[in-house]
């Protein structure tokens, strides 16, 4: 028995296999200590800085700090273009674990319509930089914000961020002139500096914002802040603080841009009114207008289509893109080209029976007045305004020597200095047609040039800026519209002006202006209505632009006609005779002849900035409009 229980228990071969076991335990724990020991070396030591920069990260944010954008001033200091303080939604998308979950919870939040919803969407989606914030919502009422206060630990990567906001206090009236800025959209990410628009939702779109965008927005800054797991910021590190856009001095008056609106008076058309000397612009108006802060923010879908389809075409600028017609306002300037071309003498004198005919062709083109002025010379030509003369005037000169002398004015080319998106319009030459067409270019033709019709086309700017370089004898001044950027003047000699007109005798200059002169104050003037009681010289000459052609035969009548297709008005002047200190130019589509229409809103120009406090009242200006009954005939 004893044996027995010997080999059911042996000791001492426990005792080694718990010896084994325990120095293989040990090895293990050794082991794995080792290997713990080394890993935390590793992360420690050798991986200290990336981990400690990324637990950095995520403790401390660099955050952009957009600039404030540099405010605008007419010329005597009234504001035109400033900015308001405004709380704007923001988002993140790199710090949005789930996009359209957040989105859904911020429709509700904000009780977005659909359209809205949809737009929300988009701007969500829009490429952006990383880490940069995507503009959601502008403007937000103290609703949305308390909303969104309430929901922001349900909201990871959207903020509520205070900024100004661009806001435009003449809407209407400056739209055109000044432009706007709107959102930045995918295309301009591409193209901006991302150091410099850091944090930047707003670019300037078009007109003055857009040309001087480089100046009015600035250097974007940066902050870094401390935050806690939650992304709250708890304090401020550092900051480098942003440069603000410089401010901007126009050229334009105000009050003078207000009169040009209301002397419009509802009537599609435009006024432009230059400082001669100088290339100022005072005024610059195309009516109908909008309300250009509906762009700022994001005008919304429906308000749009209603500006895109209003058959006044308010969002057109007419200043600069329409095209007119100048009809009888270029008769001073073919005058001075006669001149200058040797074609005619101050004293020449034709013969107007009512029409002019080509060498051997039947076509009669007839004047204005059927029966004609009977004996006219340069002067009473521009006086009467007298087509038959410069029927036989254009025919002598003929296409190439009357569109190099136009073009000598800026016709048929971009004269302004800063506006954007100026059109060069259309000045006919030979070349031009053959391109054009693949048609030669036919005698008649050049005769309808001769009283500004046919292809010949213009911009206001454009009648504006060859009247101010007639009104100077000549001198090229480039138009502008910035007078100061900052501190520092804009200069009057700018780049790339045209060469002044050289005439070889002064004495024509006074020639031509003694003709203008006779439109507003000669017994025969066709604008002889209008000058009547003015308390200075002016010289000026109208224009009524053809919206279609009549036949040889045909009369017209505007009572017969719909409104729309009724003749544009147009009227050129320049005043104080002696030494000029504005020119203007005006055209009202479908207003009838400019002599009457067109050729009181320019005196009403001419009085307010010359006479100022003694100017006649707008009332006292469209009611003499409205009881002159056009019984002055002309074009």
Do not use: C
């Not at 005037?393 to 800063?418: K, S, Y």
């Not at 036949?551 to 050129?572: I, K, S, T, V």
Request: charged share 25%; hydrophobic share 40%.
């Amino acid at each position: 028995m004893r044996k027995r229980r010997e080999t059911l228990k042996n000791p001492e071969h426990e005792l080694r296999i718990f010896r084994t076991r325990a120095v293989l335990a040990a090895l293990v724990i050794f082991i794995l200590t080792g290997v713990l020991a080394g890993r935390l070396a590793y992360l420690q030591i050798i991986q200290h800085e990336a981990f400690s920069t990324r637990s950095e990260k995520n403790r401390v944010r660099v955050e952009p700090l957009p600039p404030n954008r540099g405010l605008i001033y007419d010329r005597n200091g009234v504001l035109l273009a400033e900015n308001r303080p405004t709380y704007n939604l923001t988002l993140i998308r790199e710090r949005v674990e789930d996009l359209d979950s957040t989105l859904d919870r911020l429709e509700a939040l904000l009780e977005l319509t659909p359209e809205e919803n949809e737009d929300f969407r988009t701007q969500a989606r829009q490429p952006q930089r990383p880490f940069q914030p995507a503009l959601l919502m502008s403007d937000l009422d103290e609703e949305q914000i308390a909303r969104l206060a309430v929901n922001r630990h349900r909201l990871p990567g959207v903020e509520v961020e205070a900024q100004l906001l661009r806001y435009y206090p003449e809407a209407d009236i400056m739209a055109h002139a000044l432009g706007y800025v709107g959102r930045i959209n995918a295309e301009e990410i591409k193209t901006l500096d991302p150091g410099r628009y850091a944090g930047t939702h707003f670019i300037g779109k078009v007109g003055i914002e857009r040309f001087y965008e480089d100046v009015l927005h600035g250097q974007a800054g940066l902050r870094q802040v401390e935050t806690n797991a939650r992304g709250r910021v708890l304090r401020e590190l550092g900051r480098t603080d942003p440069v603000p856009g410089e401010t901007l001095t126009l050229t334009i008056d105000s009050e003078m841009q207000r009169l040009a609106y209301e002397l419009l008076d509802g009537r599609r058309g435009s006024i432009v009114a230059i400082v001669p000397h100088s290339g100022e612009i005072l005024a610059m108006v195309s009516a109908p207008g909008f309300d250009s802060n509906q762009f700022v923010t994001g005008i919304d879908v429906a308000s749009y289509r209603a500006l895109q389809e209003d058959i006044d075409l308010p969002l057109f600028n007419r200043a600069i893109r329409g095209h007119y017609p100048p009809g009888s306002t270029i008769k001073p300037f073919l005058a001075l080209a006669g001149l200058v071309e040797g074609v005619i003498t101050p004293d020449s004198t034709i013969n107007d029976p009512g029409f002019y005919q080509l060498p051997n062709d039947s076509r009669r083109y007839r004047n204005w007045l059927r029966w004609g002025h009977g004996r006219v010379d340069m002067e009473r030509s521009i006086a009467v305004s007298n087509n038959t003369y410069y029927y036989s005037l254009a025919h002598e000169l003929g296409i190439d020597r009357l569109h190099r002398q136009m073009a000598a004015f800026g016709f048929g080319q971009r004269v302004g200095h800063d506006v954007f998106g100026e059109s060069g319009a259309l000045m006919p030459s030979r070349e031009w047609k053959q391109e054009r067409f693949n048609q030669p270019w036919y005698p008649g033709e050049t005769l309808s040039v001769g009283i500004g019709q046919g292809y010949w086309q213009v911009t206001p700017l454009q009648l504006a800026t060859a009247t101010a370089v007639l009104a100077n004898r000549g001198r090229w001044v480039k138009p502008r519209l910035a007078s100061r950027i900052g501190d520092t003047p804009v200069p009057s000699d700018l780049p790339e002006t045209q060469g002044n007109i050289e005439v070889q005798n002064d004495a024509w200059w006074d020639r031509v202006f003694s003709g203008m002169e006779k439109v507003l104050s000669g017994h025969e003037g066709t604008a002889r209505r209008t000058g009547a009681g003015l308390g200075y010289r002016m010289a000026g000459k109208s224009g009524t632009a053809q919206v279609f052609s009549l036949g040889q035969d045909q009369r017209y009548n505007a009572e017969e006609l719909a409104e729309r297709l009724r003749d544009h008005a147009l009227f050129m002047a320049f005043a104080p005779l002696e030494e000029p200190q504005i020119a203007v130019a005006v055209v009202v589509e479908n207003a009838g002849g400019g002599s009457t229409h067109a050729a009181h809103l320019a005196r009403a120009m001419t009085d307010a900035w010359l006479l100022e406090e003694e100017a006649p009242e707008l009332d006292e200006v469209l009611e003499a409009l409205e009881n002159d009954n056009g019984s002055v005939a002309g074009n």
